[in-house]
């Protein structure tokens, strides 16, 4: 799986849109970006994951550069429970049964 | 998004007692499932791929002696940690895979906070 680079901290203020950086610039064809967010003391949550294409869903935005080396999480109107770590793992995404690798993430701090 | 659940949320066992732990996938079958351990302020670390019907495949560095899967159906794989010790002591997180037309899903569960006293 190809090696993700993030900051390892942020903060936003409440109400704003999010933007998480993620580089992987030895992503290869097949590999998926994933993003998951561990809020204190619980397991990971799936937010979104994408090949190439831009993707949407009801928690986030997923925007994913053409040349695939770099992606940005956007957490659209960010609320104080938003505050967590969150990771950008790429992985192949056919069918391999290999477990998600974590590295150490962003910690993103949402401010009142 | 899938369901995957843990129990119990949290346990405090004796040193040299075992403890297991549950995990379940409530609306999906999972062939595949995982189990990670996390200590303060550290990341996920990957224990052991549990694959139902057949032997669990762990990481190097952890004991299969020590952390025994057992995957015996498509929802359910337990971890018992035997002989605890306090070192044992740390939160233990499964998860699932679940596989869509479109490619596949991993799922985590609420965690497991284990206190070997």
């Known amino acids: 799986d190809a090696k993700t680079t993030q900051p390892p901290s942020m903060d936003c203020a409440e109400g704003r849109a999010a933007n998480l950086p993620c580089n992987h610039s030895t992503i290869s064809g097949n590999e998926y970006v994933y993003w998951y967010r561990q809020i204190h003391s619980q397991g990971p949550q799936y937010i979104i994951h994408?090949?190439?294409n831009n993707e949407t869903n009801e928690m986030a935005s997923l925007i994913i550069t053409e040349d695939r080396k770099s992606s940005t999480l956007i957490l659209p109107h960010a609320t104080l429970r938003d505050t967590a770590v969150y990771y950008c793992i790429v992985k192949y995404s056919g069918g391999g049964a290999d477990g998600l690798t974590f590295g150490k993430g962003t910690h993103l701090i949402i401010q009142p | 998004g899938a369901v995957v659940s843990q129990h119990p949320s949290w346990v405090i066992c004796k040193s040299g007692t075992s403890v297991k732990i549950e995990c379940r996938s409530l609306d999906f079958q999972a062939t595949t499932m995982f189990w990670y351990r996390q200590f303060p302020k550290q990341s996920l670390m990957l224990m052991a791929t549990?694959?139902?019907?057949?032997?669990?495949?762990?990481e190097q560095g952890v004991e299969k002696d020590k952390f025994l899967i057992n995957h015996a159906s498509l929802t359910l794989s337990t971890l018992t940690v035997t002989s605890a010790h306090p070192e044992d002591s740390s939160f233990y997180i499964c998860?699932?895979?679940?596989?869509?037309?479109?490619?596949?899903?991993?799922?985590f569960g609420e965690g497991s906070w284990l206190t070997v006293v």
């Open positions: 994408g090949l190439k």
């Open positions: 998860s699932a895979r679940r596989i869509y037309s479109s490619g596949n899903t991993i799922y």
């Open positions: 549990s694959n139902e019907g057949s032997k669990a495949t762990y």
